[in-house]
């Protein structure tokens, strides 16, 4: 509770620096946004069909990570630095060409377009920038600004998106703000300028160059992404053409419809031919040795028959005509009405043959029987039988020998072809393979584009920007309010860290904080101006507390002793002498024997009765007083002995209230304490305001209406009731 006391004083006490502090701060805030700039705000909505709209990618369920990113993906494109200095330029050609120097329009004020204006006439380039503004046209204007465009600091058009400009730059730009409609496809858009026509088109640009540059990034990845695919199909696509040609012009060159085909065929020629050969070499081997056998019972007929050219050119026709018939048989279906023809003519020329070799052999034959009593005719039958079996065997088996010959060089033929043929399919098979997956993945990409196509045809302006006709509301008053609470926390502050870091004794709180001591009263310093008719009034009531307080310890006196009152202090000048003046005429006014003994004109301070004083009476013999006040000499220079300190009833170390407590305060003030033992010692502050002296002596006058008030609020007394009856008996007193 003490301490809300001394706040609440605290605040009393700087009450003028408050009131007129804080409002000259805050007249100066009032003054200084008298001209405060009004801020246009320009919204628009864009609906992005991330969420909700359809996609031919759609799977039938939300993936709210990939939304939420794409989302984020939406925002950074609009607030990317790419597409705000492309709002920039557009907005700087757009007000070039339609500013007007004496009339605001819908595009900016006149005072914008002046300033802008000068500044670009004003550069040292400021006749070739001016050129580059194309009345006509604000997309050739911006295009003349990009081919000017250098990354330099002295630059123009480079600095105007890089400088501090409130319109132009990336700094203010950077001001437009981008939210989310909670978790809807809606995202919100507004930007504050001073300038409704410059913030209703920097939103109406922006908006126009965020779909470019959505369109942009996300059709330059597809487009990209198509490209190659394209590329690679065609490429692939050029090598399987190449591989399947290679494969078609290997069959024409080796002669090949179909290998496989051909190839079983060849398998199955080659079986039979197995087994007729086995069968024909059956029959030649049969026919061969029934011929020997023949021949051993013709003998001397055989061999005239062996040497007769005429019967040797009779079988070679036989031979060759059968060798002819076998080789049609066995290569030919007979379907063919040619091939039939040819073998029937073959047919009668070798019964012809064989008939004129039997007419022949016949001829040859001498007996009629053999040794063995054998017809020879029926042998010679047998025997030209045989020998036409034989050269019919002998002529199968050479046809097939030459055809299984023939087989054999087809199996040379096809070996290599085949694992060719085999080896060119696995490539094509390959390539085939290769160029499907690349197909598939082009037409992955075409989707993909065409999906990006309907989610960037969602992207819709959903309310469009509108010119703002009215200003917002200014912060001036929330500024001007701020700044009221701030001076009265800066004041209170300030004061508060000096009123912790002071250690100028000023009241009895502060007096006893600082120096560890009790205060026992305080004297009011002399009032000037206002107050100071009333200095008499404050020095009775002071000097009436003071005699109070000091008669309060007069309650043991010693034997032929006086009650006595020491007035001491640590430094000269705190008022030793005034206070005990004062003390002494009040006292000899109530009729009390009072006496004062001071150093400077009652005793030596340099004697060594002095120095060496067992009590008063060392000092002063002739004491015949009730009371003895004395005033010693400042302690900070001399010495007080401890005997004439003990035997006080009172030690009263009187302070000036507006000087600072020193260290050296502090250890004569330690020292003192342990001087005096037993006896009360109490501080006594002088010149103090009478603020602090009403502490002590209770409200001092004037005693009107208003001090009663502030005093009572002084003293916390909120709800006391105050007494006119009172107050008016004071005032006569």
Known sequence: MEYILYFCRFLYRIRWWLIFGSAIITLAVILATMNMKRTYTVEATLYTGVVSGYTIEGTGTTDWAATNNAIDNLVNIIKAESTLKRVSYRLYARNMINGNLEKDNQYLTAESFREIYNRTKGNKDGKALLALIDKNSEEETVKNMRRYERPT?????????????????????????????????????????????????????????????????????????????????????????????????????????????????????????????????????????????????????????????????????????????????????????????????????????????????????????????????????????????????????????????????????????????????????????????????????????????????????????????????????????????????????????????????????????????????????????????????????????????????????????????????????DGKSYLSENLLEYWNNMGMKVRKLSYETDFDINDSKYLLAENIRDISPNTNEDVLIVEYPNLKDNNVPSKLLEEANLNLLVTRADRSWKESDKLIYEKLKSQIGETPLYFYLNKTSREAAENFTGMLPPYTYLRKLGYRLSQLGLTERMDRDSLRTKENE
């Open 153 to 573: 600091p002295d630059n123009f058009i480079y600095g105007l998106f890089y400088w501090n400009h409130w319109h132009y730059s990336y700094e203010a730009l950077k001001n437009i703000t981008v939210t989310r409609k909670g978790s809807s496809d809606l995202l919100q858009i507004s930007y504050s300028s001073a300038d409704p026509g410059i913030a209703y088109n920097t939103i109406n640009i922006l908006l126009e160059e965020f779909v470019d540059e959505y369109r942009a990034i996300r059709y330059g990845e597809t487009d990209k992404v198509i490209e190659y695919f394209r590329q690679e199909l065609a490429r692939v696509g050029r090598e399987l053409r190449i591989a399947e040609d290679s494969l078609t012009l290997y069959n024409i060159e080796k002669r090949v419809i179909n290998y496989y085909d051909e190839t079983k065929e060849i398998a199955a020629i080659n079986k039979e031919f197995e087994l007729r050969e086995q069968d024909i070499q059956l029959s030649y081997s049969s026919s061969r040795a029934m011929l020997d056998e023949l021949e051993k019972q013709l003998d001397i007929n055989v061999q005239q028959l062996r040497t007769n050219a005429q019967f040797v050119n009779s079988l070679n026709q036989v031979s060759a005509l059968t060798s002819k018939i076998s080789e049609i048989e066995s290569f030919t279906s007979g379907a063919s009405e040619t091939e039939s023809q040819r073998l029937n003519d073959y047919r009668a020329q070798l019964r012809i043959a064989t008939t004129n070799l039997e007419t022949f052999s016949a001829q040859y034959v001498e007996h009629s029987h053999t040794k063995e009593g054998i017809a020879k005719s029926s042998i010679v039958e047998q025997w030209l039988e045989q020998i036409l079996v034989f050269e019919k065997a002998k002529a199968e088996l050479e046809v097939i020998q030459r055809s299984r010959q023939n087989l054999n060089d087809k199996y040379i033929f096809f070996a290599p072809v085949g694992s060719t043929i085999k080896r060119k399919e696995r490539m094509i098979d390959f390539t085939e393979r290769n160029y499907l997956s690349t197909l598939e993945s082009y037409y992955d990409a075409l989707m993909r584009k065409k999906n990006l196509e309907m989610t960037s045809a969602t992207l819709k302006v959903l309310n469009p920007p509108a010119f703002p006709i009215a200003a917002e509301p200014t912060n001036r008053r929330k500024i001007v309010m701020i700044a009221f609470l701030a001076s009265l926390l800066f004041i209170t502050g300030f004061f508060l860290l000096v009123e912790l870091l002071d250690h100028t004794l000023r009241d009895k709180m502060r007096a006893e904080r600082i120096t560890k001591g009790k205060v026992l009263g305080a004297f009011p310093a002399r009032a000037r101006l206002k107050y100071k008719n009333f200095n008499n009034a404050y020095i009775s009531i002071a000097t009436k507390f003071l005699s109070s307080s000091i008669l309060g310890f007069f309650n043991e006196k010693k034997e032929n002793q006086p009650y006595i009152v020491n007035f001491i202090s640590t430094e000269p000048g």
